[in-house]
């Protein structure tokens, strides 16, 4: 995270959160994705396609010449990418995924690629005095690529002590 979002982060949770709609609220650092992680999920999810997991098949059957990452997996490491953009602040009780208003997976994610996430509040719903849900537009991106991995609204809800 950059030095010049921190003081906007000590909003995101305070009296006048609603100053930052439009603004990037976090950005993660890079994160490489790797063999071990996509074969760690086909694992968890028992999904054993061979776009993701057999680099042999890839290299003679795939577009793309070797295994991409699964696109639900790509989505699953929001929270990871969010909590290393957006460090939880002193005030906050909990925060609940409250889900999506939109994703979509718009570009492969090729296996020892790098990606990282922005945030941008798109919008904010004050539900009580402690109480907000937020619409982060999200967008995972691919290092050294223009076409980004996924783009979200996703929708947190947030709660104050």
Excluded at 34 to 51: K, L, P, S, V, Y
Excluded at 76 to 95: G, K, V
Excluded at 124 to 150: F, M, S, W
């Amino acid at each position: 995270m950059t030095e010049a979002l921190k003081p906007a982060l000590s909003l995101f949770v305070t009296d006048r959160p609603q100053d930052l709609v439009g603004k990037v609220v976090g950005q993660s650092p890079w994160f490489q994705v790797d063999q071990e992680r996509i074969d760690g999920f086909a694992r968890n999810t028992n999904d054993w396609d061979h776009m993701h997991v057999d680099p042999a098949w890839c290299k003679q059957n795939s577009p793309f010449g070797q295994p991409i990452m699964f696109g639900f997996q790509t989505l699953s490491m929001l929270t990871y990418l969010l909590n290393e953009a957006l460090p939880r602040p002193d005030n906050q009780a909990y925060a609940l995924n409250y889900g999506f208003d939109r994703v979509r997976l718009v570009n492969p994610v090729l296996v020892g690629s790098e990606i990282r996430a922005t945030f941008v509040l798109k919008k904010l719903t004050r539900k009580n005095d402690k109480t907000t849900l937020n619409t982060l537009a999200t967008t995972v991106e691919i290092k050294g690529q223009a076409k980004p991995a996924l783009l979200a609204d996703w929708l947190i809800m947030m709660v104050r002590k």
